[in-house]
């Protein structure tokens, strides 16, 4: 995993990857990881659904076979998180997160038994996941979002606008 030397703000992730399913348990030991946070939407499973991308439960079984415990953080709401929790494996889950406040990093780390630095978040949006993990002093790993959210299209429109030229702006265009 390379490590973004650029780091000169709270929403620039401090690693990027392609997919959830590209990282490896040695990426995450490699960063002093210990406990990994994912996202729902975007990074885990389709925008606005309960199906999972290709590959992520085998990927967790991986991440947890190697050791590491998993959380999702999310803002969606609680009934559709306990859904998707249960899809996972009963990962334990905090629902209505409002990411990018710094509590939801905290109680994660609670919940997995680490220090915030031992925690891994990853996460498709800059600058709730993203964002909330640096503010709170968590390893940040954003993932390519794979498809247009489906609900309050403008909304993310102008969000993914905006995290384009925030990218672009850092010097990080092939981010995005």
């Not at 996202?39 to 085998?58: E, I, Q, R």
């Not at 038994?113 to 996941?129: A, K, S």
């Amino acid at each position: 995993m390379k490590k973004n030397t650029s780091l000169d703000s709270n929403s620039v992730p401090q690693y990027f990857f392609d997919s959830i399913t590209d990282i490896k348990p040695s990426d995450i030991s490699g960063v002093g990881g210990k406990a990994v946070g994912i996202d729902l939407d975007n990074t885990t499973v389709y925008d606005s659904t309960l199906k999972l991308f290709p590959g992520v439960k085998s990927w967790l079984k991986e991440i947890k076979e190697a050791g590491f415990p998993v959380v999702i953080v999310t803002n969606t709401y609680n009934i559709r998180a306990k859904i998707l929790a249960k899809k996972m494996g009963n990962l334990p889950f905090i629902a209505n997160a409002d990411k990018p406040d710094t509590e939801c990093f905290r109680t994660a780390c609670k919940l997995t038994g680490v220090e915030m630095n031992e925690f891994v978040m990853i996460g498709d949006q800059l600058f709730t996941d993203i964002q909330g993990a640096n503010e709170a002093g968590a390893v940040s790993v954003r993932v390519r979002y794979k498809t247009r959210e489906l609900l309050a299209l403008f909304h993310f429109l102008a969000i993914r606008k905006k995290e384009k030229i925030y990218l672009e702006n850092k010097g990080l265009g092939d981010r995005i």
